[in-house]
């Protein structure tokens, strides 16, 4: 499965951005039934778990650093899952990454993740 995040870009602190990333390629593997998530990172950190979603959307959990400002969801009909990403801050900064999961349910832990998009940065000005 090859997944392609887009939608980062530079925006001012408080301002929104929306993240996607679909699952693209002529595989014939989709990610309908794969937990998502969410990650990012700043140079010299480790990868940070952001929020992850379930196969069917029916759960979601987040880091307590993004929640209640960031929405992560999915439209399995376009093999599709979204970040909603509203009141940021400066310490969002970072390359956001999608993954999908090796399981139907998501996961906050990097080791789950089988399959990696390559990344779209997200810069927020002060």
Request: aromatic residues 12%; glycine residues 14%; proline residues 2%.
């Amino acid at each position: 499965v090859q997944l392609q995040a887009s939608g980062g870009g530079l925006v001012q602190t408080g301002g929104s951005l929306r993240l996607s990333c679909a699952a693209a390629g002529r595989s014939v593997r989709t990610t309908r039934n794969n937990g998502m998530g969410w990650f990012r990172q700043e140079p010299g950190k480790e990868r940070e778990f952001v929020a992850t979603i379930n196969w069917n959307g029916g759960g979601t959990y987040y880091a307590e650093s993004v929640k209640g400002r960031f929405t992560i969801s999915r439209d399995n009909a376009k093999d599709t899952v979204y970040l909603q990403m509203n009141s940021l801050k400066p310490e969002d900064t970072a390359v956001y990454y999608c993954a999908a999961s090796r399981y139907a349910t998501g996961s906050s832990q990097v080791g789950a993740y089988q399959y990696w998009g390559q990344g779209t940065q997200v810069t927020v000005s002060s």
